[in-house]
């Protein structure tokens, strides 16, 4: 048996002012920064003990990683970062407001660009190495990402591509890892742990569309050797 945890980070600059975030390297805001700490407590309090860290290499969820860990005391145990478990890449819709989307292009549209299994938002015309938004310039598609194999890079992903490009690094490392009984934490992203999830419960297709995951509250699985599910919670801080 083997511990499963997911975190998706702590609220990022851009989730605070509503905009489609992305492959954008963003940073947590003041309430992100407290909700990985709060998760890290959580873990505490749960006792449980950890082999093995995995995370993006996007700067949200690395910090949350490493603050939740820190509070748990357990910043010491051996991390790997892939960009296989970077946030799903918004395309064109990266950097816009998700409430002038919606008056754009109407709440369904905008629903199912965010939320369904297959339809891929508007892609990008041509990939940048950064992205300006309110004259402020965060790092995109830069040298981070050297090591993408050739036509990889994304221009835009619907969960479906994006699962496609996680499962391989689940396969290699994760996978492996849960079956050696290590008890692993990964710290990624909203799409990302949604595309991991369905794999992980085998969600349908229609029905992932129900599930969301919010900041910086652990998902804990038990696994068995198979890895199937044998007992979940979600960790919630006291209201
Ligand atoms: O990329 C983003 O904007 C968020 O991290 C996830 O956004 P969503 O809830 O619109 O999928």
Same mark, same amino acid.
């Given at each position: ?7 998706r980070?702590?609220q990022s600059?851009?989730n605070a002012?509503n ?5 954008v *390297?963003t $940073?947590l ?6 909700q990985a $700490?709060?998760?890290?407590q959580?873990?505490?309090?749960e ?6 860290? /995995? ?6 969820a690395?910090t ?6 820190e509070?748990a005391d357990?910043l010491?145990?051996?991390? %790997?970062?892939s960009?296989r478990?970077n946030?799903?890449h /918004?395309?064109?819709?990266? @950097?816009?407001n998700k409430?002038d ?5 109407g709440d369904?549209q ?8 297959d339809?891929?938002?508007?892609l990008?015309?041509?990939q ?9 310039t965060?790092p995109?598609l830069d040298?981070? /990402?050297h090591?993408v194999?050739e036509?990889?890079?994304?221009? @835009?992903?619907n969960?479906?591509v ?10 290699s *490392?994760?996978?492996?890892a849960l079956k ?10 909203g799409?990302?742990?949604r595309?991991l ?6 969600i349908s297709?229609a029905d992932?569309m129900?599930v969301?995951i919010?900041?910086g509250?652990?998902w804990v699985?038990d696994?068995d050797?198979d890895?199937n599910v %044998?007992s979940?919670k979600?960790?919630k801080p006291?209201a």
């Open positions: 048996m083997a511990k499963l945890v997911l975190i980070h702590g600059e851009w002012l905009l489609f975030n992305g492959w *390297d $940073k805001s003041d309430k992100g920064i407290a $700490k709060t998760a890290g959580l873990l505490a309090k006792g449980i003990q950890f082999d093995q860290a /995995y995370t993006s290499v996007l700067t949200r690395i949350t990683l490493h603050l939740a860990l509070e357990q010491w145990i051996p991390e %790997v970062k960009w478990l946030e799903r /918004y395309g064109a819709l990266q @950097g816009l409430a989307a919606a008056k754009k292009w369904e905008v629903h199912q660009w965010r939320r369904s299994y339809v891929l938002p508007p990008l015309e041509e940048s190495e950064t992205m300006t938004i309110d004259g402020k965060y995109a040298r981070r /990402y090591d194999p036509g990889e890079l994304p221009k @835009g992903e969960l479906k994006t699962l496609d490009r996680v499962l391989p690094f689940w396969d *490392d994760i996978s492996k050696d009984g290590k008890n692993v934490v990964i710290g990624a992203h799409n990302s742990l595309a999830v369905k794999h992980v419960e085998q297709d992932i129900g969301e919010a900041n509250e652990p699985y696994l050797e890895l %044998v979940k979600i960790l006291e």
